[in-house]
């Protein structure tokens, strides 16, 4: 397999397009919501674009698709859902999809929640997972459930420990503070955040992030933790392990 490199495009105030090459004049894509910064990353680089790989339907990651496809003729992939037109290839959980102008494949995993549609893509010890999950946190619940968005962390959880996390927003450092309001005392968090703020104050992004990490600080990854629990319960008692608890903390998230 080919080595990747992969690089965020700052878009808007918080979005990154995730751009994948191997060494080669042609890339891919994730998510361009905006298509004026991909083109001149291109331009400067003297890149080819061949494929636009979607994770949900949402302006700020499918806005710059048109022009970009038009002018590159890429091959656009994304989930099933009529308000993310003129896909090539539309995937579902488990397909494959391959990449061959970057010998790159990646595996498809239907993690709704966030959106109904929403897909991940995973390989290459790498998981584009759009706003489903974010380093310390979870995408705000617009179309599904907490229990589809349980199923899907948790399905992200079982990924190998050591998989880098590139999430489409730049949400870390709120979403740490956040988090210490759930778990004041977790170590990895006080740590984590530690480091989130000195990156965040040189000018530095915060991701990939990796899962194990994730898995030690991130709230919504924890919902069956007897501390997220008991955090939960004292704003809902009846809040019980797993998508329960990840209901009330999601909402304690959304008013914070």
């Not at 038009?70 to 290839?89: F, M, N, T, Y």
């Amino acid at each position: 397999m080919p080595a990747i490199n992969i690089s965020a495009i700052p878009a808007f105030q918080d979005n990154y397009i995730w751009l994948l090459h191997t060494g080669g004049k042609e890339c891919a894509v994730v998510d361009p919501g905006d298509a004026e910064p991909v083109r001149r990353v291109l331009q400067q680089t003297g890149l080819r674009l061949s494929t636009i790989l979607l994770t949900h339907h949402h302006a700020d990651h499918i806005g710059g698709v048109s022009s970009l496809a038009e002018e590159w003729h890429a091959k656009l992939v994304g989930p099933a859902d009529a308000r993310i037109p003129a896909l090539h290839s539309v995937v579902g959980q488990g397909d494959i999809v391959q990449v061959p102008e970057l010998g790159l494949e990646f595996k498809v995993l239907e993690v709704p929640g966030h959106t109904r549609s929403h897909i991940a893509f995973y390989g290459h010890g790498s998981l584009f997972c759009g706003d489903t999950l974010f380093s310390v946190g979870c995408g705000r619940l617009f179309e599904g459930t907490a229990a589809q968005m349980q199923q899907s962390l948790d399905k992200m959880a079982a990924l190998p420990s050591d998989t880098l996390v590139y999430c489409a927003h730049e949400y870390t450092e709120a979403n740490c503070r956040f988090a210490l309001e759930v778990e004041p005392k977790n170590p990895a968090l006080l740590a984590k955040t530690q480091r989130v703020r000195a990156a965040r104050a040189a000018g530095k992004i915060t991701l990939p992030s990796r899962l194990d990490e994730e898995l030690a600080v991130n709230p919504f990854l924890r919902s069956r933790e007897s501390a997220v629990i008991h955090a939960a319960q004292q704003r809902n008692p009846t809040a019980s392990a797993g998508a329960s608890t990840l209901q009330v903390i999601r909402q304690w998230k959304d008013g914070y």
